[in-house]
């Protein structure tokens, strides 16, 4: 059992973390996913919504019930917040690299492959504010996916024994036709 000390000292910790109070930094707060696009729900977009049915149509194969269907959508969902993160850390880059090849006036040219023994290119530092902003949603994205893998498994599981369970009173009502 928790000691009530033990039960304070959360509830001041609890306290120190609650995000930014103050109007200007909520407004900072709130504009880093909108930078990304990033706090945009994904299925906003009519494209990426056909996408999605596709991918969960294929994620949850033939035969799947309703439910199976509904949580493929989910998974389908997260994979393409996934590759719509990725898609912004390469943007983040790309163009930190741009911005200080510009600056030390060499040319804008796609991005030359960096020599093994060489430090890195202030544009990547640049970025490295950014990239730590994406971080935060691509974490996010990775444990909602885990969460909904492991649900769409045991929903799999759930139709499959359902299914094993109504061939077995089948087969049961068979014998004892005969």
Do not use: W
């Amino acid at each position: 059992m928790t000691s009530q000390r033990k039960i304070e000292a959360n509830r001041r910790n609890g306290c120190k973390s609650r995000g930014p109070t103050s109007t200007k930094g909520k407004r900072r707060a709130s504009g880093n996913a909108r930078k990304y696009g990033l706090s945009v729900p994904i299925l906003v977009d009519r494209q990426a919504q056909g996408k999605a049915l596709n991918l969960a149509y294929a994620i949850a194969g033939k035969g799947a019930n309703n439910d199976v269907l509904a949580q493929a959508l989910v998974v389908a969902e997260i994979e393409l917040e996934l590759e719509r993160i990725r898609q912004a850390r390469g943007t983040a880059i790309e163009t930190a690299m741009k911005q200080t090849r510009a600056a030390n006036g060499e040319p804008t040219s796609p991005a030359r492959p960096l020599p093994a023994d060489q430090k890195l290119p202030d544009g990547f530092i640049k970025a490295l504010p950014a990239l730590q902003r994406i971080e935060r949603y691509e974490r996010r994205a990775y444990s909602r996916r885990k969460n909904a893998v492991a649900r769409l498994h045991d929903l799999r599981l759930l139709q499959h024994l359902k299914s094993i369970d109504a061939t077995e009173q089948h087969n049961q009502r068979g014998a004892l036709n005969v």
